[in-house]
């Protein structure tokens, strides 16, 4: 059966840092396009950053760059996103999800519909 499983979220104040991780099983990540997500209150679920772990190509949202990387492990089958210089605006529930490869080589990597697996999500609270 395919899990993935997403853990690290937590609490930290503004200007902090967290590395959020993804731990897939069931399918191999780096054959996959695997993507963070986000929703913050009262919003729809929005793309953060996705990654073709086979090559380590990578897509973020402007919200993010500069300060989000996202990075993968494949003999682990693991996705991590290390967040830096977290603002309060990054708080809310962080989704990991898995799409077919060519989602990341298109224009809708940040796509909710475009992923079709998903972890049942990890909190982060950033306060001011």
């Known amino acids: 059966a395919v899990q993935v499983v997403e853990s690290g979220g937590g609490s930290v104040q503004a200007g902090g840092s967290l590395t959020l991780s993804c731990v897939v099983s069931g399918f191999i990540s780096s054959s996959r396009c695997m993507g963070w997500f986000r929703q913050a209150p009262g919003k729809e679920r929005e793309g953060v950053a996705s990654i073709y772990a086979s090559s380590g190509r990578a897509n973020y949202a402007d919200s993010v760059k500069g300060r989000f990387t996202i990075t993968r492990d494949n003999a682990m089958n693991t996705v991590k996103l290390i967040m830096n210089d977290l603002k309060p605006e990054d708080t809310g529930p962080y989704y990991c999800?898995?799409?077919?490869?060519?989602?990341?080589?298109?224009?809708?990597?940040?796509?909710?519909?475009?992923?079709?697996?998903w972890g049942q999500g990890t909190l982060l609270t950033v306060s001011s």
């Open positions: 999800a898995a799409a077919n490869s060519a989602v990341c080589f298109g224009s809708s990597w940040w796509r909710e519909k475009a992923y079709d697996s």
